[in-house]
């Protein structure tokens, strides 16, 4: 009987097994599974036809054993009104899937929960459409900034893009006052050019808009300093039409020489330009400008007004590129800065500055020291810092406008320290390596009781020295030649308030500047030039 009841308890068993858990909807292949469900969106990208950005929302249905469900209702429901299917999701197909593409127009995150129904009693959330509306923004610069005095004009390329690469024809909308224009499409290339004008330096958080999409995007633009290389401010000086020059032009004396021909703009303009020299292979002319003319101290030592340089075209001896900053690390105390003079290999450059580091302004108390000479490593086309030589080659008056000699081994300069023959002389150094040795007053007749400066030489002609002087009457150029040691008479090459002479180093170009003055004194200077005949 015991063996009997086992064995119908057995069959009782397997009878019941197939039918047992029935009541447990969780291992039915029929019903729809969140946890097995899944819903996956691609990036948004813009469509400048809708004007909306766009996104694919992939939603997979399986039942409880990840299988499968065919045949699924697919429905989207937004937190807000800023997404919306473009149409109708289709069913779920053999493998589970309903595609469909949503709409957005906001920037940010957008979710949407997603769910799923095979009938009234079997509807399930299966997951959430997490769509961001993205937009990538980079600015660089696309040309050289433009300054007046501290407010500078940048100009710059912004390029858009979305999960796709650039976002093309779409009108895009700046915050930025300083920001022109403030509306803008960007073209083929997902671009758009514009200009910031600021005071502003270093980065700058720019904030724009797109049209019909709500929210904003950023990006950052830096805007360099001023510096070594930037392009020369515009001119704030304007020529009084009521002041008339004792000479508008400079008068040539010499035979030697063409007439007189004014550099052309960009170099040219309305401010001073003065101060001139060359590079060693004559293809840089070198500049002292001023915004202004007559200005305060503090508009002096600005970092706009010192040394620029351009470079010859090729069209011709007067025509120069833009002219450019030419920075000689002035400090931050600022200084004034001109009158260059290379060494033939390239290595230094000498100058003369008014900064605070001049003799005079050691002296206790101090002396009025308008110049001092200063000498600069060069490396890679750029100065480095500036060492005063010491009482080697300055004093605590005036030393500076000088040039070197065609080989570099003697540096000439004007000076109105004692021991010359009246008012400002030319003096010398022969350089001992590393060392200047005492300065000397080469006396008459290169120097006379009138003043006398801004020796230069040229390649072509080391033996012969250009300077100015006023010892005829308004300042002019002269030149004289070294023979059996000695100087000869100078001879009379321009007049009509002119200086600064720079001869081209085949010896055939005669830079100059001509100085606009009346009986009120000083009131422009630009450079000149003429051709040996």
Request: net charge negative; charged share 15%.
């Amino acid at each position: 009987m015991v063996m009997k009841s086992n064995v119908f308890i057995l069959l009782f068993v397997l009878v019941l097994f197939p039918f047992g858990g029935c009541d447990d909807d969780a291992i039915r292949d029929d019903l729809i599974s969140p946890e097995k469900s899944h819903v996956e969106t691609s990036p948004a990208f813009y469509n400048p036809q809708t004007q909306l950005f766009h996104a694919t929302v992939t939603v997979t249905v399986n039942n409880a054993y990840g299988n499968p469900i065919k045949g699924a209702i697919v429905s989207l429901h937004p937190d807000t009104n800023n997404l919306s299917p473009v149409e109708d999701p289709p069913e779920t197909d053999a493998l589970g899937k309903s595609i469909f593409e949503v709409t957005g127009n906001q920037l940010g995150v957008n979710n949407a929960g997603v769910s799923a129904t095979l009938s009234i009693a079997n509807y399930a959330l299966v997951g959430v459409a997490e769509i961001t509306l993205e937009v990538l923004a980079s600015i660089e610069p696309v040309a050289d900034p433009s300054y007046i005095w501290d407010v500078g004009t940048f100009p710059l390329k912004m390029t858009i893009q979305d999960s796709r690469g650039s976002i093309v024809s779409v009108a895009v909308t700046t915050e930025n006052i300083e920001v022109s224009p403030q509306s803008m499409t960007s073209d083929a290339s997902g671009q758009l050019l514009f200009s910031i004008e600021t005071h502003e330096r270093g980065s700058i958080v720019l904030t724009f808009t797109i049209a019909g999409i709500e929210g904003t995007f950023t990006a950052d633009a830096v805007l360099p300093a001023f510096g070594h290389g930037s392009v020369r401010p515009a001119c704030l000086y304007d020529l009084d039409p009521n002041r008339t020059a004792y000479y508008d032009t400079p008068v040539i004396v010499s035979p030697d020489w063409s007439e007189a021909v004014k550099v052309s703009a960009p170099v040219t303009d309305n401010c001073p330009n003065d101060a001139i020299s060359l590079s060693n292979d004559g293809q840089t002319l070198y500049m002292y400008w001023s915004p202004i003319v007559g200005g305060n101290t503090e508009q002096s030592l600005h970092i706009h007004t010192g040394t620029y340089y351009a470079q010859l075209t090729g069209e011709g001896p007067g025509t120069f590129s833009v002219p450019r900053f030419y920075d000689l690390n002035g400090g931050t105390g600022g200084s004034v800065d001109g009158a260059l003079s290379f060494t033939p290999d390239g290595s230094e450059v000498i100058f003369h500055s008014t900064r605070s580091a001049n003799l005079g302004f050691q002296e206790n108390p101090p002396a009025d020291d308008f110049l001092d000479m200063y000498i600069a490593p060069i490396s890679g086309g750029i100065p480095g810092a500036a060492v005063n030589p010491g009482s080697s080659l300055n004093s605590i008056y005036l030393d500076g406008e000088h040039g070197l000699n065609a080989d570099g081994s003697i540096l000439y300069f004007s000076s109105d320290r004692p021991g010359g023959q009246g008012g400002l002389d030319i003096w010398f150094s022969i350089r001992d390596g590393l060392n200047w040795e005492s300065p000397v007053n080469p006396g008459a007749p290169l120097n006379s009781s009138q003043w006398e400066g801004q020796p230069n030489f040229g390649v072509s002609e080391p033996d012969t020295i250009y300077f100015s002087s006023n010892r005829d009457g308004p300042s002019a150029i002269y030149r004289s030649v070294l023979e059996n040691g000695s100087w000869t008479e100078p001879e009379l090459l321009i007049t009509g308030y002119v200086g600064e002479p720079t001869i081209s180093p085949d010896g055939n170009i005669l830079y100059f500047v001509h100085v606009l003055v009346d009986d009120d004194g000083v009131f422009g200077s630009n450079i000149w030039y003429v051709i040996r005949n």
